[in-house]
């Protein structure tokens, strides 16, 4: 197996694995908890966005050119999901506009400098003192990507599902989902309070 494929499976794995990396899913579902599956290029931005901020501070953090608390992040990613999740309660479903740029864009690029930091440790732990990181690092952002694009491929076959065929109400999916984050969010903030 070569190196690039070891570190894109292991991006992707980070990603996907709902035990340790539950708290990125959940970002990336309240991130698209307001779109539907014909908004599919207004989320790729979206995610898109968010890689390239987790991009920058896990680079930056993992070549040790930041360097912040790791308890202080683990806290502020729960409040990023929260804030986005409790965002989301209060925008109507006419919200998703065709502009080429939204706020929504701008909140998920912010939010993934802060979840960058968090992936760091994580990134810096199996690189250990390997010189070259470029390629690793390139790969597991790679890895990163294609796994949060397949939990919104997961999450917008089951909107279509929900929305489109069972005629659930979008209001109805995007509140429940919406809540049911923000209350994840709030204990998981309360878990890891570090004052």
């Not at 810096?124 to 491929?153: D, T, Y």
Request: with cysteine.
């Amino acid at each position: 197996m070569s190196e690039f494929a070891l570190y894109f499976g292991l991006g992707k794995d980070h990603i996907l694995d709902y035990v340790n990396g539950y708290d990125h899913i959940l970002f990336v579902l309240a991130l698209c908890a307001v779109y539907l599956i014909r908004d599919w290029r207004q989320i790729l931005i979206l995610v898109t966005s968010f890689t390239i901020g987790h991009s920058i501070t896990l680079a930056l953090a993992t070549l040790k050119v930041i360097n912040f608390s790791a308890e202080i992040i683990e806290f502020l990613i729960p409040l990023t999901i929260f804030i986005t999740a409790a965002g989301n309660l209060f925008k109507g479903d006419s919200t998703v506009t065709n502009a080429k740029v939204q706020i929504n864009y701008l909140f998920a690029l912010f939010f993934g400098l802060i979840h960058g930091l968090g992936f760091s440790n994580f990134l810096r732990a199996l690189l250990g003192k390997n010189e070259n990181i470029v390629s690793p690092l390139f790969a597991f952002n790679l890895g990163l990507e294609f796994g949060q694009i397949i939990v919104v491929a997961i999450f917008l076959a089951i909107s279509f599902v929900l929305v489109e065929l069972l005629k659930v109400s979008r209001r109805d999916v995007r509140l429940v989902l919406s809540a049911a984050i923000a209350g994840i969010a709030l204990v998981l903030m309360n878990d890891r309070i570090f004052w």
